[in-house]
Protein backbone atom coordinates (compact mmCIF):
# COMPACT_ATOMS: atom_id res chain seq x y z
CA UNK A 1 0.00 0.00 0.00
CA UNK A 2 1.44 3.28 -1.17
CA UNK A 3 1.21 5.85 1.23
CA UNK A 4 2.62 9.97 0.78
CA UNK A 5 5.90 10.29 2.74
CA UNK A 6 4.41 13.61 4.41
CA UNK A 7 1.31 12.45 5.55
CA UNK A 8 2.82 12.77 9.15
CA UNK A 9 3.67 16.51 8.18
CA UNK A 10 -0.43 17.45 8.19
CA UNK A 11 -0.87 17.27 12.09
CA UNK A 12 0.88 20.20 12.62
CA UNK A 13 -0.24 21.97 10.20
CA UNK A 14 -3.89 22.38 11.94
CA UNK A 15 -5.38 24.79 13.74
CA UNK A 16 -6.21 22.57 17.19
CA UNK A 17 -4.39 19.94 18.55
CA UNK A 18 -5.07 16.16 17.40
CA UNK A 19 -5.99 13.84 19.42
CA UNK A 20 -5.69 11.31 16.79
CA UNK A 21 -5.48 11.33 12.44
CA UNK A 22 -5.52 7.88 11.20
CA UNK A 23 -5.95 6.85 7.17
CA UNK A 24 -9.74 5.65 6.72
CA UNK A 25 -11.63 5.09 3.24
CA UNK A 26 -10.45 2.63 0.45
CA UNK A 27 -6.83 2.48 1.95
CA UNK A 28 -8.49 1.23 5.23
CA UNK A 29 -10.80 -1.21 3.56
CA UNK A 30 -8.12 -3.18 1.68
CA UNK A 31 -8.99 -1.79 -2.10
CA UNK A 32 -6.96 1.88 -2.84
CA UNK A 33 -6.65 2.55 -6.53
CA UNK A 34 -3.96 3.88 -8.10
CA UNK A 35 -5.76 7.04 -8.26
CA UNK A 36 -7.15 7.04 -4.89
CA UNK A 37 -7.69 10.05 -2.63
CA UNK A 38 -6.45 9.51 1.07
CA UNK A 39 -9.14 9.83 3.86
CA UNK A 40 -7.61 11.36 6.81
CA UNK A 41 -10.30 11.04 10.27
CA UNK A 42 -9.30 12.21 13.41
CA UNK A 43 -10.55 13.92 16.48
CA UNK A 44 -9.39 17.55 17.59
CA UNK A 45 -9.53 19.00 21.67
CA UNK A 46 -10.91 22.50 21.20
CA UNK A 47 -9.68 24.78 24.03
CA UNK A 48 -11.66 25.63 27.26
CA UNK A 49 -12.52 29.08 26.08
CA UNK A 50 -13.84 27.98 22.89
CA UNK A 51 -16.59 25.91 25.01
CA UNK A 52 -17.31 27.62 27.47
CA UNK A 53 -18.28 31.09 26.22
CA UNK A 54 -20.47 32.63 23.63
CA UNK A 55 -18.55 31.86 20.23
CA UNK A 56 -17.75 28.49 20.55
CA UNK A 57 -15.35 26.49 18.20
CA UNK A 58 -15.68 24.15 15.20
CA UNK A 59 -17.27 20.60 16.40
CA UNK A 60 -16.54 19.29 13.07
CA UNK A 61 -13.49 20.58 10.98
CA UNK A 62 -13.50 19.23 7.11
CA UNK A 63 -10.96 20.14 4.68
CA UNK A 64 -9.92 18.94 1.26
CA UNK A 65 -6.57 20.09 -0.82
CA UNK A 66 -4.31 18.39 -3.13
CA UNK A 67 -0.85 18.02 -2.53
CA UNK A 68 1.82 16.54 -5.37
CA UNK A 69 -1.21 15.08 -7.05
CA UNK A 70 -2.88 13.76 -4.46
CA UNK A 71 -6.46 14.47 -3.23
CA UNK A 72 -6.69 14.32 0.74
CA UNK A 73 -9.32 14.47 2.86
CA UNK A 74 -9.13 15.44 6.11
CA UNK A 75 -12.26 15.44 8.21
CA UNK A 76 -12.11 15.49 12.59
CA UNK A 77 -14.68 16.07 15.42
CA UNK A 78 -14.34 17.82 18.69
CA UNK A 79 -13.18 15.37 21.07
CA UNK A 80 -16.74 15.51 23.09
CA UNK A 81 -18.86 15.13 19.99
CA UNK A 82 -16.33 12.09 18.48
CA UNK A 83 -17.46 10.36 22.04
CA UNK A 84 -21.19 11.07 21.58
CA UNK A 85 -20.57 9.79 17.95
CA UNK A 86 -18.80 6.80 19.63
CA UNK A 87 -21.59 5.99 22.18
CA UNK A 88 -24.22 6.51 18.82
CA UNK A 89 -22.99 3.02 17.71
CA UNK A 90 -21.47 4.28 14.65
CA UNK A 91 -19.26 2.32 12.61
CA UNK A 92 -17.33 5.15 10.95
CA UNK A 93 -15.80 6.62 14.00
CA UNK A 94 -14.83 2.90 15.43
CA UNK A 95 -13.33 1.87 12.32
CA UNK A 96 -11.23 5.40 12.08
CA UNK A 97 -10.47 5.10 15.71
CA UNK A 98 -9.48 1.05 15.72
CA UNK A 99 -7.56 2.04 11.78
CA UNK A 100 -4.14 0.40 11.71
CA UNK A 101 -3.08 3.20 9.62
CA UNK A 102 -2.17 5.67 12.39
CA UNK A 103 -0.73 9.27 11.33
CA UNK A 104 -0.66 11.05 14.14
CA UNK A 105 -1.39 9.80 18.05
CA UNK A 106 -1.57 10.61 21.35
CA UNK A 107 -2.62 9.53 25.21
CA UNK A 108 -5.74 10.10 25.04
CA UNK A 109 -5.85 8.44 21.56
CA UNK A 110 -4.48 5.53 23.38
CA UNK A 111 -7.28 6.04 25.93
CA UNK A 112 -9.98 5.87 23.71
CA UNK A 113 -9.03 3.17 22.16
CA UNK A 114 -8.59 0.67 25.16
CA UNK A 115 -12.22 2.19 25.66
CA UNK A 116 -13.22 1.03 22.21
CA UNK A 117 -14.56 -2.78 23.37
CA UNK A 118 -17.43 -0.81 25.50
CA UNK A 119 -18.65 0.99 23.11
CA UNK A 120 -19.84 -2.01 20.93
CA UNK A 121 -23.26 -2.89 20.93
CA UNK A 122 -25.32 -5.42 19.05
CA UNK A 123 -27.37 -2.23 17.31
CA UNK A 124 -24.07 -1.57 15.67
CA UNK A 125 -25.34 -4.25 12.81
CA UNK A 126 -28.05 -1.07 11.72
CA UNK A 127 -25.13 0.91 10.70
CA UNK A 128 -23.59 -1.71 8.35
CA UNK A 129 -27.09 -3.13 7.42
CA UNK A 130 -28.06 0.71 6.36
CA UNK A 131 -24.96 1.34 4.81
CA UNK A 132 -24.94 -1.55 2.53
CA UNK A 133 -28.50 -0.88 1.36
CA UNK A 134 -27.61 2.35 0.57
CA UNK A 135 -24.22 1.02 -1.56
CA UNK A 136 -26.28 -1.62 -3.37
CA UNK A 137 -28.70 1.08 -4.51
CA UNK A 138 -25.36 3.19 -5.80
CA UNK A 139 -24.40 0.24 -7.60
CA UNK A 140 -27.57 -0.68 -9.33
CA UNK A 141 -27.95 3.02 -10.58
CA UNK A 142 -24.47 3.24 -11.51
CA UNK A 143 -22.84 -0.27 -12.43
CA UNK A 144 -19.30 1.40 -10.80
CA UNK A 145 -17.24 -1.31 -8.82
CA UNK A 146 -16.45 0.60 -5.79
CA UNK A 147 -19.73 1.14 -4.26
CA UNK A 148 -20.73 -3.13 -5.00
CA UNK A 149 -17.05 -3.38 -2.55
CA UNK A 150 -18.27 -1.17 -0.50
CA UNK A 151 -21.60 -3.21 -0.08
CA UNK A 152 -19.48 -6.46 0.33
CA UNK A 153 -17.19 -4.67 2.82
CA UNK A 154 -19.63 -3.53 4.99
CA UNK A 155 -21.47 -7.00 5.10
CA UNK A 156 -18.37 -8.78 5.77
CA UNK A 157 -17.36 -6.12 9.13
CA UNK A 158 -20.50 -6.33 10.29
CA UNK A 159 -21.15 -9.79 10.21
CA UNK A 160 -17.71 -10.62 11.27
CA UNK A 161 -18.34 -8.39 14.16
CA UNK A 162 -21.60 -9.62 15.39
CA UNK A 163 -19.68 -13.30 15.30
CA UNK A 164 -16.48 -12.06 17.19
CA UNK A 165 -16.30 -9.05 18.67
CA UNK A 166 -13.77 -7.87 16.50
CA UNK A 167 -14.21 -4.84 14.31
CA UNK A 168 -12.07 -5.54 10.90
CA UNK A 169 -12.28 -3.21 8.26
CA UNK A 170 -10.14 -4.34 5.55
CA UNK A 171 -12.03 -6.45 2.94
CA UNK A 172 -9.13 -8.63 1.83
CA UNK A 173 -8.83 -9.78 5.53
CA UNK A 174 -12.52 -11.03 5.24
CA UNK A 175 -12.85 -12.87 2.33
CA UNK A 176 -14.98 -16.26 3.63
CA UNK A 177 -17.83 -13.86 4.27
CA UNK A 178 -18.32 -13.51 0.77
CA UNK A 179 -18.30 -15.55 -2.72
CA UNK A 180 -14.87 -16.33 -4.26
CA UNK A 181 -14.63 -13.74 -6.99
CA UNK A 182 -13.85 -11.00 -4.19
CA UNK A 183 -9.83 -10.93 -4.48
CA UNK A 184 -11.22 -10.26 -8.43
CA UNK A 185 -12.82 -7.22 -7.69
CA UNK A 186 -10.53 -5.81 -5.15
CA UNK A 187 -7.61 -6.45 -8.12
CA UNK A 188 -10.08 -4.74 -10.53
CA UNK A 189 -10.41 -1.92 -8.41
CA UNK A 190 -6.66 -1.37 -7.72
CA UNK A 191 -6.62 -0.13 -11.61
CA UNK A 192 -9.58 2.44 -11.55
CA UNK A 193 -11.43 4.84 -8.51
CA UNK A 194 -14.47 4.79 -10.58
CA UNK A 195 -14.42 1.89 -13.15
CA UNK A 196 -17.36 0.15 -14.26
CA UNK A 197 -18.13 -3.29 -12.41
CA UNK A 198 -17.47 -7.06 -14.61
CA UNK A 199 -20.75 -8.76 -14.94
CA UNK A 200 -21.03 -11.66 -12.28
CA UNK A 201 -23.71 -13.62 -12.84
CA UNK A 202 -25.56 -14.35 -9.28
CA UNK A 203 -24.03 -10.73 -7.59
CA UNK A 204 -27.34 -9.95 -6.20
CA UNK A 205 -27.95 -13.54 -4.69
CA UNK A 206 -24.76 -13.17 -2.64
CA UNK A 207 -25.37 -9.61 -1.65
CA UNK A 208 -28.88 -11.31 -0.25
CA UNK A 209 -27.19 -14.15 1.13
CA UNK A 210 -24.91 -11.92 3.15
CA UNK A 211 -27.30 -9.79 4.28
CA UNK A 212 -29.34 -12.52 5.72
CA UNK A 213 -25.76 -13.51 7.25
CA UNK A 214 -25.44 -10.31 8.88
CA UNK A 215 -28.76 -10.18 10.15
CA UNK A 216 -28.73 -13.75 11.62
CA UNK A 217 -25.35 -13.17 13.25
CA UNK A 218 -27.01 -10.00 15.31
CA UNK A 219 -29.98 -12.43 16.65
CA UNK A 220 -27.31 -14.62 18.24
CA UNK A 221 -24.27 -12.07 18.90
CA UNK A 222 -23.32 -11.99 22.46
CA UNK A 223 -22.46 -8.23 22.26
CA UNK A 224 -24.40 -6.19 24.78
CA UNK A 225 -27.27 -3.99 23.55
CA UNK A 226 -26.11 -0.16 25.48
CA UNK A 227 -22.10 0.83 25.49
CA UNK A 228 -20.70 0.55 29.06
CA UNK A 229 -18.11 3.23 28.92
CA UNK A 230 -20.63 6.40 29.35
CA UNK A 231 -19.08 7.47 33.00
CA UNK A 232 -15.17 6.71 31.09
CA UNK A 233 -15.64 8.69 27.84
CA UNK A 234 -17.15 11.40 30.08
CA UNK A 235 -14.09 11.28 32.36
CA UNK A 236 -11.91 11.42 29.95
CA UNK A 237 -13.25 14.17 27.84
CA UNK A 238 -12.95 16.33 30.93
CA UNK A 239 -8.99 16.03 31.90
CA UNK A 240 -8.44 16.43 28.43
CA UNK A 241 -10.41 19.68 27.80
CA UNK A 242 -8.83 20.60 31.14
CA UNK A 243 -5.46 20.01 30.17
Not at 121 to 137: C, P, V
Not at 164 to 173: H, Q, R, S, Y
Request: glycine letters at 6%; aromatic letters at 6%; proline letters at 6%.
Amino acid sequence: MNLPGWLPEIPGEQPYPLVFATVSGAHLYGFPSRDSDVDLRGAHVLPLREVVGLRTGPETLDRTWTRESVEVDLVTHDLAKFCRLLLNRNGYVLEQLLSPLVVATSSAHAELTALASGCLTNHHAHHYLGFARTQWRLFEKTGELKPLLYTFRVLATGTHLMRTGELVADLTLLFGYGPAYLPELVEAKREAEHGAAPVIDGVAADVTRMTAALQEAQTVSSLPETATTHDALNDLVIRHRLA
